[in-house]
């Protein structure tokens, strides 16, 4: 029986990738100079506590990751490759995300809800057409504003990054060796991808939703809002599962979605984008191999 592997994450962020393990991230990003410049971060004992192996409590996690960590590594990216001084935390940064969370928050899942609601009240629609008509739209807006923002040459490079993350975990997870050479011929795809899980969210929301029935305005925008974390929990779960048995024909026919929507978030890498995710993940591995020993935060170019 194969060696139960553990479960690696990452993101693409600007000229570069984080890749988080249990106990330490790392981001490696590529400066105006050409070298990579690596920063290798602790988690907190979050990550790391029987709490982090619980159903739907590491969906919490996952989902902080989305927005906390990647929003660090982004802001950390942003600085090493435009070549000013690093600042991982300040409050800028974080009123950015905060700006940028309500944005998401308001354009796809408040002004679906509006949909639908509209659909309900001016065209007569039942219940369950009403939020099955808020689903399309909130998937609509997903799929249009990810393949938009696809054709700005900075978003492009970034999505080639993604790609690169994506088959340096792939090779890891099939135990090949990582060099540029091997990582390059694995695929774009990978089945934990945040793509898919931004698909699987709407797709709960539309089921979930149409059970809760008729209601007013203002408690369809508070509900939406309300139950984002339990969504976010069942898409990470659903995830985690079918990454798992991706073996079994069933599974394989219900992540296709998920894997046809990554084309989407991923370009083909170059050997250079390459290079970065394996340093990143290399040095997220060397400090998950040291166990608990305490590791401190290090910036060190390469």
């Not at 309900?120 to 039942?126: N, R």
């Not at 394996?278 to 390469?302: D, K, T």
Request: with cysteine; proline share 6%.
């Amino acid at each position: 029986m194969r060696e139960k592997l553990p479960v690696y994450g990452g993101q693409a962020v600007i000229e570069g990738v984080m890749m988080r393990g249990r106990r330490t991230m790392a981001v490696a990003v590529r400066d105006p100079d050409g070298n990579i410049v690596l920063l290798r971060h602790p988690l907190g004992a979050a990550y790391r506590g029987r709490l982090a192996e619980l159903a739907f409590v590491r969906g919490l996690l996952g989902l902080w990751d989305a927005f906390g960590l990647g929003w660090r590594s982004l802001t950390y990216s942003a600085n090493v490759a435009s070549g000013d001084e690093v600042e991982f935390e300040g409050p800028v940064a974080w009123g950015t995300m905060a700006v940028s969370l309500g944005f998401a928050l308001g354009l796809f899942f408040l002004a679906p809800a509006a949909m639908g609601q509209f659909g309900e009240s001016w065209l007569g629609l039942s219940s369950w057409a009403g939020n099955l008509l808020e689903g399309i739209v909130r998937l609509v807006l997903v799929v249009g504003y990810i393949w938009s923002l696809g054709f700005l040459p900075e978003v492009r490079r970034l999505y080639g990054y993604h790609g690169a993350e994506h088959k340096t975990i792939n090779a890891f997870e099939s135990g090949a060796e990582l060099t540029p050479e091997s990582v390059s011929s694995f695929p774009l795809e990978h089945p934990r991808c945040g793509t898919a899980f931004l698909l699987m969210v709407v797709v709960f929301s539309i089921i979930i939703f149409s059970a809760l029935g008729p209601m007013p305005l203002y408690l369809r925008l508070t509900s939406r809002l309300i139950m984002i974390p339990f969504l976010a929990t069942l898409a990470y779960e659903y995830l985690r599962f079918t990454s798992r048995h991706i073996d079994r024909p069933l599974i394989r026919l219900l992540l296709m979605p998920n894997l046809a929507l990554q084309r989407l978030t991923t370009r083909e890498p170059d050997t250079g984008m390459i290079e970065v995710a394996i340093a990143a993940f290399n040095a997220m591995r060397s400090v998950e191999s040291l166990g608990n020993q305490a590791v401190a935060p290090a910036s060190v170019p390469l």
